[in-house]
């Protein structure tokens, strides 16, 4: 370990092929080698490459990444699709057992709508399709629709 050290920080401080990035000061360098070679913080290491030459270290930008918008899917009720029906449906397309399968059915049938799932966007969208197909093919009016949540 302590030979490989040497050899990369000859290489870092510009004695090997590393010539064409002398302007970044050797401290920069010999950090970033060093933080790579005992395997902590690899990010430091690109932090202190991003050096542009002229002495100035870049601030790191705080990551805004915000989750993405997900999808409630719901049933709604009618008067003629049965309830067996729409039980297997919810057991096929949302991957629920037998018993929430009926809770859910029986939720839709009581208070109009019920919730199946939740997803992201292209995925809920999918199982809208899926699910309306499904009901069309067997001459059943279930209707499947999907909201953002908050
Ligand atoms: N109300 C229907 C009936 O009495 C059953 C039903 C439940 C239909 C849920 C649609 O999404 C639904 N046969």
């Known amino acids: 370990m302590r030979v490989l050290r040497a050899f990369v920080l000859f290489f870092c401080s510009g004695g090997g092929r590393f010539e064409s990035r002398k302007k970044l000061p050797i401290y920069a360098l010999r950090k970033s080698c060093v933080a790579g070679l005992n395997g902590y913080n690899l990010s430091m290491a690109h932090k202190f490459d991003s050096d542009s030459g002229n002495g100035t270290v870049l601030e790191e930008k705080k ?57 992201p966007k292209d995925v809920a969208g999918t199982k809208v399709e899926l699910v309306t197909q499904h009901a069309r093919a067997h001459q059943h009016p279930l209707q499947c629709t999907m909201d953002e949540t908050e």
């Open 63 to 119: 990551a805004k990444v915000k989750p993405p918008p997900m999808y409630k899917v719901m049933l709604l009720n009618d008067d003629y699709t049965p309830m067996e029906f729409v039980v297997s449906t919810i057991q096929k397309f949302f991957n629920k057992s037998r018993e929430q399968a009926t809770q859910i059915m029986l939720k839709v049938h009581r208070e109009g709508m019920g919730v199946c799932g939740i997803y």
